[in-house]
């Protein structure tokens, strides 16, 4: 690929500063008891939104191209196939974020069979949660067995799934005290055993009901990142395998340079807020909103105002001057955190990130060598009968 068509790639990477992600708590029930949850509090309540508010928020959100499920376990909101299409197709939203803890496969793939049938211009990461060997997961979740569902669930996703390419099959893992030294033996066994896409690792982050699980050494987190990279360089040769030459080096780049981006501010901020090296702009170009209608520029700052104030409409409550206020408030606050989920929504929007970190990132994960094949021998998974 020349200097021409990378700065001409890069042109087009710039995404103009406006909304874009709407992050969306659709139900608050859950079947965890998840030790790393900062969502804990507001678990099981009865005030979800009904489905004709969310349709009132579809009918006043401004167009945007991604979607943020989260909860509560998402899948338990029996309308969330139906509420995804809606913003399909009244928002022009063109990818979903759908994290699951993999215990209700049925309600799971008939969300996933009715958005493949409805939605041909959606691209779905399906992402399931695994936070440790199978002792470890359970004792976190809080769910007896919850490691040996979620692994059979993934691979009935395998089975049905296989070869569509507008679903990408994830692992979500938190990185905690209690399972970092098993981490890089996990990520083996699912890249060995299966045919994910990917598998993503954050270091804990919020208000946790246990607040020991946030104890992970800050030498023992970058030795970790360092090596888990052979695991997403193994990921990274098969996602882009069928891309023409010349492609397939630029999303390896930035496939990769994203995911040491990531971890370097994660490094970073773990101890103490550090700059990052763009601007926060949530608030700005996503919104945050909880299962009641509360709404929030970010999952970690406070409350901003209630829709139910402004009848439901994200227009109005984008532009008040409470959201102008909090977007403000932001940077003043040095409010830098370890959340990739607005790491990345904010990256998009900086040039010079797209342009020098991201590539940087590339080489700098290079130069730190590694290879799977030098890590610790793999073992089996056990998995208690």
């Not at 939605?119 to 440790?132: A, E, K, M, T, V």
Request: glycine fraction near 6%.
């Amino acid at each position: 690929m020349g200097a021409g068509e990378y700065f001409r790639i890069i042109r087009e990477r710039r995404l103009e500063r406006r909304f874009h992600s709407l992050f969306l708590f659709v139900t608050s029930r859950c079947n965890s008891l998840c030790r790393t949850c900062f969502y804990f509090d507001q678990l099981n309540s009865p005030d979800d939104l009904t489905f004709d508010q969310i349709a009132r928020l579809s009918a006043t959100a401004p167009p945007f191209r991604k979607l943020w499920i989260s909860g509560g376990e998402p899948v338990m909101r029996e309308e969330l196939a139906e509420i995804v299409e809606m913003f399909v197709e009244r928002n022009g939203v063109r990818n979903l974020n759908l994290p699951t803890n993999g215990l209700l496969p049925k309600k799971i793939f008939r969300t996933i069979d009715h958005l493949l049938g409805r939605c041909p211009d959606l691209s779905i990461d399906l992402n399931f949660s695994l936070d440790g060997l199978a002792n470890t997961h359970d004792a976190i979740r809080r769910v007896p067995n919850n490691f040996r569902t979620t692994l059979a669930t993934i691979e009935e996703a395998e089975r049905r799934y296989e070869g569509r390419p507008r679903l990408r099959r994830n692992v979500a893992t938190v990185i905690t005290r209690e399972n970092y030294q098993e981490l890089v033996e996990l990520g083996r066994r699912l890249l060995e055993g299966g045919d994910l896409d990917g598998q993503y690792f954050e270091i804990i982050r919020g208000y946790a009901p246990d607040g020991t699980l946030k104890a992970v050494p800050l030498e023992e987190l970058r030795a970790l990142h360092r090596r888990l990279m052979p695991l997403h360089r193994r990921y990274a040769a098969e996602l882009f395998a069928h891309l023409p030459w010349g492609i397939r080096q630029f999303a390896t780049v930035y496939y990769l340079g994203n995911i040491r981006l990531h971890y370097e501010l994660h490094e970073e901020c773990l101890e103490r807020p550090r700059p990052w090296p763009m601007p926060c702009t949530a608030g700005e170009t996503s919104i945050v909103i909880d299962h009641n209608g509360v709404f929030r520029a970010c999952e970690l700052r406070g409350i901003v105002g209630r829709l139910q104030d402004y009848n439901f409409d994200v227009s109005t409550a984008l532009r008040s001057p409470a959201m102008s206020a909090e977007v403000a408030d932001i940077p003043r606050a040095g409010c830098w955190c370890t959340h990739s989920c607005f790491i990345q929504d904010s990256s998009k929007f900086s040039p010079r990130v797209q342009l020098f970190h991201i590539p940087w990132m590339f080489v700098r994960q290079l130069l730190e060598g590694g290879s799977l094949e030098a890590l610790e021998p793999y073992r089996a998974l056990e998995i208690p009968g």
